[in-house]
């Protein structure tokens, strides 16, 4: 025998079936306190004003409140902000982050004393209050940040009133939101300040802990290469000039390759690898913004083919030797005659057994014999027989 047919089923009873049935009560609306209190005063019936149709209701509400405001009636209740700040528990954390973002302190405020107050009222006054916020940035892993930073940015005294908030602490969610803040707002002087003082320590401590970086800081520095100029000097510069560990050269290069710059920023940036003290960090580094593949000055390709003829000389490892590669599948046809003969005596005289200076030396010769094919295809006007 066969299987028996199933009989077909309501959607709903099938879907009670897998979630089961809803023992939630249907919520109904309150009946307003002010309608209430109306029936009470002017011996109404309760049943025919709540009758009423909704836009009826309203208005009645509406007309009520009016009243209260005319007689005098209408108690506001304000919020104490003496003590909003003061966390007594750790648990209490919680419920005081959900206040700050509704501030009740009065950003007008803020503001005209961060822009008017001298240095030392200034850092007396608000000490007390931004200190306070340690706790929370230090525990804050999503939402709204406080606002009582949002004003901090235009003030000269920043960096001052961001060491109350002790900045060394802050989570990395907290880092990554208050770098796009500030960022975005201080100029390139001071954006670098912030990311040399602030982003790269706390980049370098979570390496130094943990042996890799947190997503959010290489977040926070993929977002500072808003301000190109402070990036370089800051963060790229940094880990070529003091040598740093192998780990964080990684995380710089794999931020360089990440984050697209504008063809004003990368030339000075070349100009300034290429006269620094050679070192792995500086070739792996160069490496990487010449994949970029920009359009260069011809002054500044010489440049840096001068600049390889240079460290040609010594042992060089590997990082060196690619290096020296993808300049030469990028620029060896851009390349004059001359420039490319020096480029294949350069990877001949620092040759390397593992087969990368071969690839570079077929590269070399490519390029030149498809410049000399074009130049020999190329019909000048005495050729033209008419």
């Not at 509400?61 to 104490?80: E, F, S, Y």
């Amino acid at each position: 025998m066969g299987k028996p047919e199933l009989k077909p089923r309501h959607a709903k009873t099938l879907d009670q079936d897998i979630r089961g049935v809803s023992l939630k009560r249907k919520r109904t609306a309150p009946v307003p306190t002010n309608v209430i209190e109306r029936a009470a005063l002017h011996n109404e019936g309760l049943d025919d004003i709540i009758k009423l149709d909704p836009q009826k209701l309203e208005k009645l509400q509406t007309q009520l409140a009016r009243d209260q405001v005319g007689n005098k009636t209408l108690k506001i209740n304000k919020q104490a902000t003496a003590n909003m700040f003061v966390a007594e528990s750790d648990d209490e954390l919680v419920d005081l982050f959900d206040e700050v973002a509704p501030l009740t302190i009065n950003d007008e405020q803020i503001l005209q004393a961060l822009k008017s107050a001298s240095p030392q009222d200034l850092l007396t006054t608000l000490k007390p209050v931004y200190s306070q916020l340690a706790p929370i940035l230090k525990q804050y892993r999503s939402g709204i940040l406080p606002k009582l930073l949002k004003w901090v940015p235009s003030s000269k005294l920043w960096f001052q009133i961001l060491e109350m908030t002790n900045f060394e602490c802050w989570s990395p969610q907290a880092m990554y939101g208050l770098t796009r803040l500030f960022i975005a707002s201080l100029p390139e002087d001071q954006s670098y300040i912030y990311i040399s003082h602030i982003l790269v320590p706390a980049c370098q401590q979570d390496l130094k802990q943990t042996q890799k970086l947190n997503i959010h800081y290489f977040n926070a520095l993929i977002k500072s290469k808003y301000r190109c100029f402070a990036f370089f000097r800051g963060v790229v510069f940094f880990a070529v000039e003091h040598s740093q560990s192998s780990a964080f050269v990684k995380v710089v290069n794999a931020a360089v390759q990440k984050c697209s710059f504008p063809r004003t920023a990368i030339i000075p940036a070349f100009i300034q690898l290429i006269q620094m003290e050679p070192n792995p960090a500086l070739y792996a580094v160069l490496a990487s913004l010449i994949t970029k593949n920009y359009s260069l000055p011809e002054g500044l390709l010489n440049d840096i083919l001068g600049f390889y003829e240079k460290t040609s000389n010594m042992n060089q490892t590997l990082v060196w030797h690619d290096g020296l590669l993808r300049f030469s599948r990028i620029y060896a046809g851009v390349l004059n005659g001359e420039q490319q003969v020096r480029l294949y005596q350069t990877a001949k005289r620092c040759f390397h057994e593992g087969g990368i200076s071969d690839e570079i030396l077929r590269v070399v010769k490519f390029a030149g014999n498809k410049a000399g094919q074009e130049q020999s295809g190329r019909v000048g006007a005495a050729d033209i027989v008419i």
